[in-house]
């Protein structure tokens, strides 16, 4: 398919190839200012990691709302990462909830919701918001899964002989499954170093001028997972977002101090 291409086509050299921005220094500087204003510092990446929720982990049956400590659920934080599109932590938990009670979790839970009437689906995720496309993905990706591996199952993500790069090859071939969604499986669920681009990281890094006028966030992604240090990389996604969501001062037209744009000045 067209992604699939196009993630060959960007894993090794940028779709700005010419674009030399951002320096190792600037994202090692940008890093620790953020770290310096983000209430307890520089996020960790999670030797046992969260779900993309930060409500707890996944089990290895399947992610409940509640959570737990077990091994991260690979095919239900994909789905509860296409639930988190759009719409806010609060509604998407809600979401995420709802379905759990409607359906159960588990790979049951998964075979009833791959054989539902999609409707039963929509209405159990409507609160999320975008309900029709995300259960119609949500679907989708169930039976594809099912019909790859034999089972509702991606655990095998976990073994650690699976390169990044083959593991994001593996999610985004699924109908629905972009890179930004694929990023984020990979560091909230696999624990591995990934640079996801959502809209606050986005307009971020344009305002650092960490990315051409006229990038897309979707090139804007491939450029910057090769030139981010990979040991940063989940930790500034994470600052990143936290800054752009409470930062009033970065924002257009903007008021307020931000630690960011003051940089920017000097």
Same mark, same amino acid.
């Given at each position: 398919t067209k992604k699939l291409k196009l993630l060959e086509t960007h894993t090794m050299k940028s779709p700005y190839s010419s674009f030399i921005r951002p320096t190792n220094e600037e994202t090692r500087v940008v890093y620790a200012l953020l770290a310096e204003h983000t209430p307890g510092g520089a996020p960790a990446l999670q030797s046992v990691p969260k779900n993309i929720s930060d409500s707890g982990s996944s089990t290895s049956e399947s992610a409940s709302c509640t959570g737990s400590?077990? =091994?991260?659920?690979?095919?239900?934080?994909?789905?509860?990462?296409?639930?988190?599109?759009? @719409?806010?932590?609060?509604?998407?938990? *809600?979401?995420?909830?709802?379905? !759990?009670? @409607?359906?159960? @979790?588990?790979?049951?839970?998964f075979g009833r919701m791959a054989n539902a009437e999609?409707?039963?689906? +929509? &209405?159990?995720?409507?609160?999320?918001?975008?309900?029709? #496309?995300?259960?119609?993905?949500?679907?989708?990706?169930?039976k594809s899964v099912k019909v790859k591996h034999g089972k509702? !199952?991606?655990? &095998?993500? &976990? @073994?650690?002989e699976i390169p990044n790069s083959e593991?994001?090859?593996? =999610? +985004?071939?699924?109908?629905?499954?972009?890179? #930004?969604?694929?990023?984020? +499986?990979?560091?909230?669920?696999?624990? *591995?170093?990934a640079f996801a681009v959502d809209t606050h990281v986005f307009r971020l890094t344009r305002m =650092?001028? $960490?990315?051409?006028?006229?990038a897309n966030p979707v090139d804007a992604q491939a450029h910057l997972e090769l030139r981010i240090p990979s040991e940063l990389k989940y930790g500034l996604h994470v600052m990143m +977002?936290? &800054?752009?969501?409470?930062? /009033?001062?970065? /924002?257009?037209?903007?008021?307020?101090?931000?630690?960011? #744009?003051? $940089?920017?000045?000097?």
């Open positions: 400590s077990a =091994l991260p659920n690979v095919l239900d934080s994909v789905i509860g990462t296409i639930l988190s599109q759009s @719409t806010s932590s609060q509604n998407y938990t *809600r979401a995420k909830c709802c379905l !759990d009670e @409607t359906f159960g @979790t588990g790979e049951s839970a999609v409707g039963e689906i +929509v &209405h159990a995720i409507k609160c999320g918001g975008l309900a029709n #496309k995300k259960a119609n993905t949500i679907q989708t990706l169930l509702y !199952d991606l655990q &095998h993500l &976990h @073994t650690n593991a994001m090859r593996e =999610l +985004v071939s699924y109908k629905g499954v972009g890179p #930004k969604t694929a990023a984020c +499986v990979l560091s909230f669920c696999l624990g *591995r170093q =650092l001028g $960490w990315v051409p006028e006229g +977002v936290k &800054h752009g969501r409470t930062c /009033r001062g970065c /924002r257009y037209e903007g008021k307020g101090f931000c630690p960011l #744009k003051a $940089w920017l000045r000097e």
